[in-house]
């Protein structure tokens, strides 16, 4: 007796497959087990106002370029009369509006969605960045020398100097050293300079604190110095260390947040708002940045995808058929011509597509009895039914337009050939074992293609076989069990209700 060890291994390894693919599509990708979910966005509006000195204008703005923690989804301008691009210039990615000519009051909107996501973690810095050289005057100088010797003795490493330089300069009554250059610094510009005289580099950047429905906001300062290969952010003004979840990272020193030819006193300010957008949309959105993005459906144009999503449905269907046969035990007309009429239905809907369904196979029966009188070959019988099962829909069709009923323009989709070869099939079949065979199989066909459309029709079952269609090795291993069933059937159980009443 053959071993079937194998072959339960073929069906666990087709499982774990087919569950391990969807998880990693799953965590890789972000797509959504079930259908409908949604995920937050922040939608951030930058307004530029100015005036321009009617001359050509062109406006540069620094835009977030991969902040840490948070992932750009969509953006646009909107600027009525002005070009503009996004472009990258030393390093930085800066967004360009020009105008051959404006006179007057401006203003100019940058609209983008960003996506909050904790998995983002910054690339390291190529070439590791030198301190910066400071120039002071000469009263200056020697403040900051003595405020850096102080800060000095109370630390120990740059994160502690960092803190130390903070506390000094943030003093209720700061000593006169720290009052003399604040006189002529802020806080973050000061602490910069002084953290790169120390030798340890340091730069100042500008995060937007997000807030739901607030407007007209401005960039807050930060600090960053470059400490184990990496650089750590501090509040100029508390010393807490690191980027608080809610701060969009905009603007990093290089060149300015803003500039503008041909305009005078600019301003840019910053509306917000929390929106959710479907997460499958997101996914799509992103699709090329992953592995299986690049192997995915979606990389398809969209026509092939709509053919694709329908197709994936059809192995649903076959073992829905596998199911009610071998399980079940219900005789269908033909293998698989419940999934093709399943299938009819998911273009026609359910009522509409069973009465095209029974109508057309009635006519073809009654069609069918008369073409048997002429004692025609079996090839030409079949080619002749085509011929009138065509006839038939055309006629349904234009006749349920005239109606006001849209199904007759898709009972088209009917497979011509299966139809005409299932009526043969049935007229035989009334021709050999009477009517009542005919119903008893041509009935199992049609509440088994019920059944199928119901499993199809679901948008559950939609979103997992076109989402992750690695999902249907664990199907196909569901199929090759239910093929090793030899027991009964459960409509045979009937059989042996006698022998249970008499024990």
Same mark, same amino acid.
């Given at each position: 007796?053959?071993?079937?060890?194998?072959?339960? #291994?073929?069906?666990?390894? %087709?499982?774990?497959? !087919?569950?391990?693919?969807?998880?990693?599509?799953?965590?890789?990708?972000?797509?959504?087990? %079930?259908?409908?979910?949604?995920? *937050? +966005?922040?939608?951030?509006?930058?307004?530029?106002?100015?005036?321009?000195?009617?001359?050509?204008?062109?406006?540069?703005?620094?835009?977030?370029?991969?902040?840490?923690?948070?992932?750009?989804?969509?953006?646009?301008?909107?600027?009525?009369?002005?070009?503009?691009?996004?472009?990258?210039?030393?390093?930085?990615?800066?967004?360009?509006?020009?105008?051959?000519?404006?006179?007057?009051?401006?203003?100019?909107?940058?609209?983008?969605?960003?996506?909050?996501?904790?998995?983002?973690?910054?690339?390291?810095?190529?070439?590791? *960045?030198?301190?910066?050289?400071?120039?002071?005057?000469?009263?200056?100088?020697?403040?900051?020398?003595?405020?850096?010797?102080?800060?000095?003795?109370?630390?120990?490493?740059?994160?502690?100097? #960092?803190?130390?330089?903070?506390?000094?300069?943030?003093?209720?009554?700061?000593?006169?050293?720290?009052?003399?250059?604040?006189?002529?610094?802020?806080?973050?510009?000061?602490?910069?300079?002084?953290?790169?005289?120390? !030798?340890?580099?340091?730069?100042?950047?500008?995060?937007?604190?997000?807030?739901?429905?607030?407007?007209?906001?401005?960039?807050?300062?930060?600090?960053?110095?470059?400490?184990?290969?990496?650089?750590? +952010? $501090?509040?100029?003004? #508390?010393?807490?260390?690191?980027?608080?979840?809610?701060?969009?990272?905009?603007?990093?020193?290089?060149?300015?947040?803003?500039?503008?030819? !041909?305009?005078?006193?600019?301003?840019?300010?910053? @509306?917000?708002?929390?929106?959710?957008?479907?997460?499958?949309?997101?996914?799509?959105?992103?699709?090329?940045?992953?592995? $299986?993005?690049?192997?995915?459906?979606?990389?398809?144009?969209?026509?092939?995808?709509?053919?694709?999503?329908?197709?994936?449905?059809?192995?649903?269907?076959?073992?829905?058929?596998?199911?009610?046969?071998?399980? +079940?035990?219900?005789?269908? @007309? !033909?293998?698989?011509?419940?999934?093709?009429?399943?299938?009819?239905?998911?273009?026609?809907?359910?009522?509409?597509?069973?009465?095209?369904?029974?109508?057309?196979?009635?006519?073809?029966?009654? /069609?069918?009895?008369?073409?048997?009188?002429?004692?025609?070959?079996?090839?030409?019988?079949?080619?002749?039914?085509?011929?009138?099962?065509?006839?038939?829909?055309?006629?349904?069709?234009?006749?349920?337009?005239?109606?006001?009923?849209?199904?007759?323009?898709?009972?088209?989709?009917?497979?011509?050939?299966?139809?005409?070869?299932?009526?043969?099939?049935?007229?035989?079949?009334?021709?050999?074992?009477?009517?009542?065979?005919?119903?008893?199989?041509?009935?199992?066909?049609?509440?088994?293609?019920?059944?199928?459309?119901?499993?199809?029709?679901?948008?559950?079952?939609?979103?997992?076989?076109?989402?992750?269609?690695?999902?249907?090795?664990?199907?196909?291993?569901?199929?090759?069990?239910?093929?090793?069933?030899?027991?009964?059937?459960?409509?045979? /159980?009937?059989?042996?209700?006698?022998?249970?009443?008499?024990?």
């Amino acid at each position: 007796m053959m071993s079937r060890v194998p072959f339960y #291994t073929i069906v666990v390894l %087709l499982i774990l497959a !087919g569950l391990g693919l969807a998880i990693s599509r799953h965590i890789q990708m972000e797509i959504p087990f %079930l259908p409908g979910e949604e995920r *937050p +966005v922040w939608l951030v509006e930058a307004r530029i106002d100015f005036n321009a000195r009617n001359e050509p204008v062109l406006v540069s703005m620094d835009l977030p370029d991969s902040p840490p923690g948070f992932r750009l989804f969509t953006e646009q301008a909107a600027s009525p009369g002005y070009g503009f691009s996004v472009i990258r210039h030393d390093g930085n990615r800066r967004g360009e509006w020009s105008i051959r000519r404006a006179v007057g009051p401006q203003t100019l909107y940058y609209k983008a969605q960003f996506l909050q996501a904790g998995d983002i973690e910054e690339l390291p810095e190529q070439t590791p *960045p030198l301190a910066q050289p400071v120039d002071w005057d000469e009263p200056q100088s020697t403040a900051a020398t003595q405020l850096l010797a102080q800060a000095s003795q109370r630390s120990s490493t740059p994160e502690s100097l #960092t803190r130390e330089l903070i506390k000094l300069l943030n003093q209720p009554e700061p000593g006169q050293n720290a009052a003399l250059l604040l006189s002529n610094h802020s806080e973050a510009d000061l602490l910069v300079k002084l953290l790169n005289q120390a !030798g340890l580099p340091a730069r100042e950047s500008q995060g937007l604190y997000l807030e739901d429905a607030r407007r007209r906001q401005s960039l807050s300062s930060f600090v960053e110095i470059y400490a184990d290969e990496r650089w750590l +952010v $501090f509040d100029p003004k #508390t010393g807490e260390q690191g980027l608080p979840d809610n701060v969009l990272m905009w603007h990093r020193q290089g060149m300015s947040l803003l500039d503008v030819t !041909g305009g005078s006193g600019s301003n840019v300010s910053f @509306s917000i708002i929390r929106q959710t957008v479907p997460a499958l949309q997101l996914a799509r959105a992103q699709a090329e940045e992953h592995g $299986f993005g690049q192997f995915s459906i979606y990389q398809l144009p969209i026509e092939e995808q709509s053919m694709f999503k329908l197709l994936l449905l059809l192995p649903l269907g076959a073992a829905v058929v596998v199911l009610m046969r071998i399980i +079940v035990g219900i005789k269908t @007309s !033909g293998t698989f011509m419940p999934v093709l009429i399943a299938v009819a239905f998911l273009q026609t809907s359910l009522l509409p597509g069973i009465v095209s369904f029974v109508t057309v196979v009635a006519l073809g029966l009654l /069609l069918r009895g008369y073409l048997s009188r002429l004692n025609l070959l079996l090839v030409a019988r079949i080619a002749t039914l085509v011929i009138l099962v065509v006839f038939i829909i055309a006629i349904m069709s234009i006749v349920g337009y005239q109606l006001g009923f849209n199904t007759g323009m898709t009972i088209t989709f009917f497979p011509m050939i299966i139809m005409a070869w299932t009526i043969e099939r049935m007229s035989i079949l009334w021709e050999e074992d009477g009517p009542k065979e005919v119903l008893k199989q041509g009935g199992g066909s049609l509440l088994v293609a019920i059944l199928a459309f119901l499993a199809m029709e679901s948008k559950l079952v939609s979103h997992l076989t076109f989402n992750f269609p690695e999902l249907h090795l664990v199907l196909l291993a569901m199929i090759l069990l239910m093929g090793q069933y030899k027991g009964y059937k459960l409509t045979e /159980l009937k059989r042996f209700k006698a022998m249970v009443d008499r024990t």
